[in-house]
């Protein structure tokens, strides 16, 4: 083993198993999970792979040094961010479908403090639908999410006056858009 990569002597206490999982997932055994490696080992609770935009987003969460990877200690922190985005979808499906509708969209994002109109609403379905059901998945609910907030961090930053309207200019709409490392 290569301690110098970030492998631990041994297993955290309070979570014996998560070093176990973060070994099986480091299929190169570098000491880091990458956005193609962390893919293959999450559930989006269907047969296909998790979104790999959501990968990218979550690694670049968590990754400290820019490296595009996550050591086993920023992995235990994307462990209790992903499972705490279960608890929340898992709250907001309803229906138990394993994914989000519209209406369960509108209640969950009314719930996290977003006035938005239905055509909004719309759009976002259109947008984060990958299966083309009119429905939302896990791991696509997760990237809506972190869309939203970090457009609207980038927002307020500008909305200085608080009174919900700013004036950018096209750059600058472009570098808070892109900033967030996001695919729109």
């Not at 209406?103 to 109109?117: D, N, P, V």
Request: charged residues 20%.
């Amino acid at each position: 083993m290569n301690y110098a990569h970030g492998y631990p002597p041994a297993a955290p206490p309070q979570q014996p198993n998560l070093w176990q999982i973060f070994q099986n997932v480091d299929k190169d055994r570098s000491g880091q999970i990458t956005t193609n490696e962390l893919q293959t080992a999450l559930s989006n609770g269907t047969w296909n792979p998790f979104n790999p935009e959501t990968c990218r987003l979550m690694i670049g969460m968590f990754d400290s040094n820019g490296d595009g990877a996550i050591n086993f200690q920023e992995f235990q922190a994307l462990w209790q961010y992903v499972n705490d985005w279960t608890k929340c979808f898992r709250s907001f499906d309803r229906d138990n479908s394993g994914n989000i509708d519209r209406g369960e969209l509108t209640q969950a994002l009314t719930q996290f403090g977003y006035r938005l109109s239905d055509g909004f609403y719309t759009l976002l379905i259109q947008k984060f639908d990958r299966s083309h059901t009119g429905r939302i998945n896990f791991d696509d609910f997760i990237q809506l999410c972190v869309v939203l907030q970090t457009l609207t961090a980038s927002f307020r930053d500008k909305d200085t006056d608080r009174d919900g309207v700013i004036t950018i200019q096209y750059e600058e709409f472009l570098k808070m858009v892109t900033h967030g490392a996001i695919k729109l």
